[in-house]
């Protein structure tokens, strides 16, 4: 089992900047890829960003390409997403996502999933 917290949503304004972390517990979850997915009203859940625990291999969705940043802290056990420049478009729940194989992009492969946490962008 995998238990994930992310804390870290908000209410920003457009061009602000915000970062979600995500703390992560259980066994063996130093072998999964990390991810964040969100989900806006009436759409559905699009993937964010992921890295790999092990190595550190990040993936990013376009729309956040060079915006967003995913990190992973061993020692802490805890994923971040640092986000800046956002729009109003970003506004979601974000959540964070345990997998252990399959892609990185597809919420499908996705076995552990936190609570969510809300951004909201106002313009």
């Known amino acids: 089992q995998v238990q994930l917290v992310e804390s870290g949503g908000g209410l920003v304004q457009a061009g602000d900047s915000l970062r979600l972390s995500c703390a992560a517990s259980?066994?063996?979850?130093?072998?999964?890829?990390m991810g964040w997915f969100r989900q806006a009203p009436g759409k559905e859940r699009e993937f964010v960003a992921a890295?790999?625990?092990?190595?550190?291999?990040?993936y990013y969705a376009d729309s956040v390409k060079d915006r967003f940043t995913i990190s992973r802290d061993k020692a802490k056990n805890t994923v971040s997403l640092q986000m800046n420049s956002l729009k109003p478009e970003d506004t979601a729940v974000y959540y964070c996502?345990?997998?252990?194989?399959?892609?990185?992009?597809?919420?499908?492969?996705?076995?552990?999933w936190g609570q969510g946490t809300q951004v909201t962008v106002s313009s």
């Open positions: 259980g066994r063996y979850f130093s072998y999964y890829a």
């Open positions: 890295i790999t625990w092990l190595l550190g291999n990040t």
């Open positions: 996502a345990a997998r252990s194989s399959g892609s990185v992009y597809e919420s499908r492969n996705y076995n552990y």
